[in-house]
C-alpha cells in the first residue's frame, strides 16, 4: 500500500539555522512529490513539487527538495530559516491516476 | 476568484445530529476531495469526487456522505455526528485527478461533537 512517512514531528530552530525534513514514500512505479506547508490559522499551500525531470527542485520562500529515487526521499531543505517559517510542513505523494498521501506533518518552530 | 470556499467555519454538535459541510471552488477545477486532519495523524481522505457525477471512497469514509451537486460544489454530510468525528475537514479541489495533482485547499471547517 502507498504511503508516506514523515519522521521528525516536532522541530525547533533558531533562526538562520539550516533546515532539513524527512520524507519518505513507499510507492510502486512513477511518483510525484509534494510539500504543503500550513501557516498556523490559515489554510495549506504548496510549497513545491516533483514530476520529472531535475531531482532538485525549487519552490517559494527559498525552500528546495531532492528527490532521490535510490532511498524513496524527498527532504525539504532551507539554509537559514526565518521566524515567518514558523509552520507545518506536510509532504505529500502520488502515483500516476491515483490520489495522493499526506503524510502526518512536522512542526517547525523558529525562535527568534 | 474566491478559490476554494468552505461554510461554515465553526460548529458545535451533539451526539446524533446531523449537519452538511458545504465547499465551492471557482477555478472550474474537476477534482473534488475532502479531508479530516488530527494531531498527530495528518490528512486523511474521507471522499473525493474525480469528475461531476462521481464519487469514491477515501482512507477513512465511514460515518460520512458527500454529494458533488455540480462542477463547482461537492458537501459533506455527517447523518449522526460521533465524538470521533471531532476533527478539522479540509475541502480541496484540483485541476485533474491524474499528474496535475496540485491541490487548492479551503480554510477548513472546525467541528466538535459534544
Known amino acids: 500500500a502507498q504511503s508516506v512517512s514523515q519522521h521528525n514531528h516536532h522541530v525547533i530552530l533558531s533562526e538562520a539555522a539550516s533546515l532539513e525534513l524527512g520524507c519518505n514514500y513507499s510507492y510502486g512505479g512513477t511518483v510525484n512529490l509534494f510539500w504543503y506547508v500550513q501557516y498556523p490559522g490559515q489554510h495549506l499551500q504548496l510549497l513545491l513539487k516533483?514530476?520529472?525531470?531535475?531531482?532538485l527542485v525549487k519552490g517559494i520562500k527559498g525552500f528546495e527538495a531532492e528527490f532521490i529515487k535510490s532511498k524513496f526521499s524527498f527532504n525539504l531543505r532551507k539554509p537559514s530559516v526565518q521566524w515567518s517559517d514558523t509552520a507545518e510542513y506536510f509532504c505529500a505523494a502520488s502515483g500516476g491516476y491515483q490520489k495522493v498521501t499526506f503524510g502526518t506533518g512536522t512542526k517547525l518552530q523558529v525562535i527568534p | 476568484n474566491a478559490g476554494v470556499t468552505q461554510t461554515p467555519k465553526f460548529q458545535v454538535l451533539k451526539t446524533g445530529q446531523s449537519m452538511t459541510l458545504q465547499c465551492a471552488q471557482d477555478?472550474?477545477?474537476?477534482?473534488m476531495y475532502w479531508y479530516r486532519q488530527d494531531p498527530g495523524m495528518g490528512l486523511r481522505l474521507i471522499y473525493y469526487s474525480a469528475s461531476e457525477g462521481t464519487t469514491d471512497k477515501g482512507e477513512v469514509p465511514n460515518g460520512y456522505n458527500v454529494s458533488r451537486l455540480n462542477k463547482r460544489e461537492f458537501s459533506l454530510r455527517l447523518e449522526s455526528a460521533a465524538p470521533s468525528q471531532t476533527s478539522v475537514y479540509f475541502c480541496a479541489s484540483s485541476e485533474d485527478r491524474g499528474l496535475l495533482e496540485t491541490q487548492y485547499f479551503g480554510p477548513g471547517t472546525r467541528l466538535l461533537v459534544l
Open positions: 477555478m472550474n477545477h474537476n477534482s
Open positions: 516533483y514530476f520529472s525531470g531535475d531531482p
